[in-house]
């Protein structure tokens, strides 16, 4: 293996590790139903994702008050947690990109707009948590775009900021990673267009997380193991 760019990967989690914005579009649908509100475009949510859950839906729904937020997202809640019964799937060669950035030294960690229990619950269906150093979620820290779960990670990581960098698939993800002086790299395959993610001024855009090993100083995989 060739020097380590970095010492800390930040992964953020649905629509870049796990293929899960069909799911997380049409939970919002449900739930948005089930509170009699007019339905939105798919495309119109899926630009919300990587937000924390209360400020999607104010984002979506700007007319509803605390109140009818948090019955919103008790009902996302609901929906996401039936469907999850049955774990969306990772992408493609992505448990083989984690298995290979550890064994090669590098540390793991997630930043998501998921819930503190919603991360939990899809760890503990697959077992996925094992990869991984650290974690920081929405309802523990501040919602992308600010630069809160990064900086913290990078605190309990003790790893200095540009020794660090941020994989996701929305401008919420890189925006973050741009306030706290990280690098970041986009993932074409996910909630956002490309076209919204190169303002954001990514190093890279990689249309498989394969792509992510040689931008990080990583060693190839080989065949076999994606």
Known sequence: ????????VIFDWDGTVMD????????????????????????????????GLPE???????????ADILRMRDRYA????????????????????LTGLREQGYKLSVATGK???????????????????????????R??????????????MAVP???AIVVGDTTFDLEMARNAGVDRVAVSYGAHPVDRLLPCEPLAVIDRLNDLLPLVGAAELSMESL
């Open 143 to 156: 919602s992308k775009p600010e630069p809160h779960m990064v900086l913290e990670l990078l605190e309990e």
């Open 115 to 141: 819930s503190r229990k919603g991360l939990q619950r899809v760890w503990g269906n697959t077992g996925l948590d094992r990869y991984f150093h650290a974690s920081r979620c929405a309802d523990e820290s």
């Open 56 to 66: 999607a839906i104010a984002t979506l729904y700007p007319v509803l008050g605390s």
């Open 161 to 163: 900021a540009e020794r």
């Open 78 to 97: 609901f929906h996401f947690i039936e469907a999850e019964t049955t774990p969306s799937p990772l992408y493609p060669g992505a448990e083989a990109v």
């Open 1 to 8: 293996m060739g020097t380590m760019n970095y010492d800390l």
């Open 20 to 51: 899960s914005t069909g799911r997380i579009v049409s939970c919002m649908h449900l739930a948005a139903s089930d509170l009699a509100l007019p339905s939105l475009p798919d495309q119109t949510v899926r630009d919300i994702i990587g937000l």
